[in-house]
C-alpha cells in the first residue's frame, strides 16, 4: 500500500467554521507532512510531523492547527479562517531516515473559505 | 533565504521528441533532489531522485542529472508521450524532513 488518503477531498467554509482535515498512511513512515498549494505555485511546506512530534512549523497563522494522533494518521484543524486561505492542501508522508527518502502524496484537499 | 527555481515555466514539445526540464537550486546544503509530475487536481507523484554524490540516474524513459558545481539539475524525457503533459516540480531536501519545491514547469506534448 503506497497511498496516502486525505479527506475530504473538497471542503467549502465560511469564515466562523471549525474544521479538520484528515491525512492517514499505512507505509509505516515516520515523517508526515502539510503543504498548501495555490494556483499555478508550488506546494509550500507548512508543518512537518517527525516521529509524531512537530519538527517544523513554518511560521503559520495560529488559525491553522496541526495534529497528529498516532504515526499513521495527520490532521490539519482549522479555524477562522479567511478567503485568502482557499487552496488545495497537500498532505505527505516519508520515511524519517535511511534510504528511499521520497515523499508521498495524498490527492489533497481543496478548500474554499468564503 | 536560499530557493529552489527554475528557467522555463512552460515547455512545448512535439510526441515523441524528448524534452528537457530545467532546475536552480541555491542552497549548497541540499543532498537530496526529486522530480514531481503533478497533473491537474491530482497530488505531486514521484518520479525519480538523486543524492547529492550521483551526477546522473536514470529510469523508465527518464533521467535525473546533477551539476553540483553550477547548481543545476535538470530532467529529460525520452520519447515524450501526450501523457506526460503536467507540471513538473524540481524538490531539494535541505536537512532530514525539510522538502521545498521549485516554481514548476508546464509541460504540454502535441500530438
Known amino acids: 500500500d503506497t497511498e496516502v488518503t486525505q479527506t475530504p477531498k473538497h471542503l467549502v467554509m465560511g469564515m466562523t467554521n471549525k474544521k479538520s482535515l484528515k491525512c492517514e498512511q499505512h507505509?509505516?513512515?515516520?515523517?508526515m507532512y502539510w503543504y498548501k498549494q495555490k494556483a499555478k505555485k508550488p506546494p509550500e511546506l507548512m508543518f512537518v510531523?517527525?516521529?509524531?512530534?512537530?519538527?517544523i512549523n513554518e511560521s503559520v497563522p495560529s488559525r491553522f492547527s496541526p495534529e497528529c494522533p498516532n504515526s499513521s494518521l495527520l490532521n490539519l484543524h482549522l479555524h477562522a479562517l479567511q478567503p485568502e486561505d482557499s487552496a488545495l492542501y497537500l498532505c505527505a508522508s516519508s520515511q524519517d531516515t535511511g534510504g528511499g527518502r521520497e515523499a508521498f502524496f495524498g490527492q489533497g484537499t481543496r478548500l474554499t473559505v468564503v | 533565504g536560499e530557493s529552489v527555481g527554475l528557467h522555463l515555466p512552460t515547455l512545448s514539445v512535439q510526441e515523441g521528441d524528448n524534452s528537457i526540464i530545467n532546475c536552480a537550486y541555491s542552497n549548497s546544503a541540499s543532498d537530496y533532489f526529486i522530480w514531481y509530475k503533478q497533473e491537474s487536481g491530482k497530488g505531486p507523484q514521484f518520479i525519480i531522485d538523486?543524492?547529492?554524490?550521483?551526477d546522473k540516474r536514470q529510469g523508465q524513459r527518464v533521467t535525473v542529472l546533477l551539476n553540483k558545481t553550477v547548481k543545476h539539475l535538470s530532467l529529460q524525457i525520452a520519447a515524450t508521450q501526450p501523457g506526460d503533459s503536467a507540471v513538473y516540480f524540481c524538490?531539494?531536501?535541505?536537512?532530514?524532513?525539510?522538502?521545498?519545491f521549485g516554481a514548476g514547469t508546464r509541460l504540454t506534448v502535441k500530438p
Open positions: 510531523y517527525s516521529y509524531e512530534k512537530l519538527s
Open positions: 538523486i543524492r547529492s554524490n550521483m
Open positions: 524538490a531539494e531536501r535541505v536537512s532530514n524532513n525539510d522538502m521545498r
Open positions: 507505509m509505516g513512515h515516520r515523517a
